[in-house]
């Protein structure tokens, strides 16, 4: 067999909800179904993203979640953020729908769904290979996005930035970036 594609289903509890909301960050609805079963599918270039409704679902409870893998999420950061821009005058960075800052390893889109979209390179960096900054941020951008401790987060960050004073200066950038966003989040701007 070749050529195979599967698309899982992503739950919301309004598919008219999600549709503006990914027509916002630059997709196209190419089918939607109200009966028998709310059913929506949109598309963004060669992402393809399919919801089903489900009345009175709870979003904040949600557990769903997929993975899109791209060359350079950057990019379609920079095209998504364009979109909330526009349409919210900011990025939304906390609450449902929201979006976290760009690092090496990718971004989280968390959809009005509750449905956590990871965006991530297409060819990740060996785990073996990345020093102790990295691995704190990245254990940083765990909690504070798939757990919401952006205090823990904050906490693990701020101690690697004062430990690994020879992690590079893109490294430390990175991590000095997703501080600010976290101090940000909290509130606690220094």
């Known amino acids: 067999m070749a050529n195979e594609v599967t698309i899982p289903l992503l739950p919301c509890a309004s598919i008219d909800e999600v549709a503006e909301f990914y027509v916002m960050l630059g997709f196209t609805v190419t089918y939607r179904q109200y009966r028998p079963n709310a059913y929506l599918s949109v598309r963004r270039e060669e992402i393809n993203l399919h919801f089903f ?3 009175g679902f709870d979003v904040t409870s949600s557990y769903s979640s997929c993975l899109i893998q791209v060359e350079e999420p950057r990019e379609l950061y920079e095209a998504f953020a ?3 821009r526009a349409v919210y005058g900011q990025v939304l960075l906390s609450g449902i729908p929201r979006m976290t800052r760009p690092r090496r390893d990718g ?5 009005p769904g509750g449905n956590w979209v990871r ?3 297409a060819v990740r960096e060996r ?3 990345r020093n102790g900054l990295t691995r704190a941020l990245t254990n940083a951008v765990t ?3 798939s757990h919401g401790a952006e205090r823990q987060a904050l906490k693990i960050l701020e101690g690697a930035l004062v430990r690994e004073v020879h992690a590079s200066e893109e ?5 000095l970036e997703f501080r600010e966003e976290l101090l940000e989040r909290l509130n606690l701007h220094r």
């Open 127 to 129: 785990e073996g290979r």
């Open 107 to 111: 971004f989280l889109l968390v959809d």
């Open 82 to 84: 364009a979109g909330m």
């Open 119 to 121: 965006v991530v390179p």
């Open 53 to 55: 409704g489900i009345p």
């Open 143 to 145: 909690l504070a996005g």
């Open 171 to 175: 490294e430390r950038a990175s991590a």
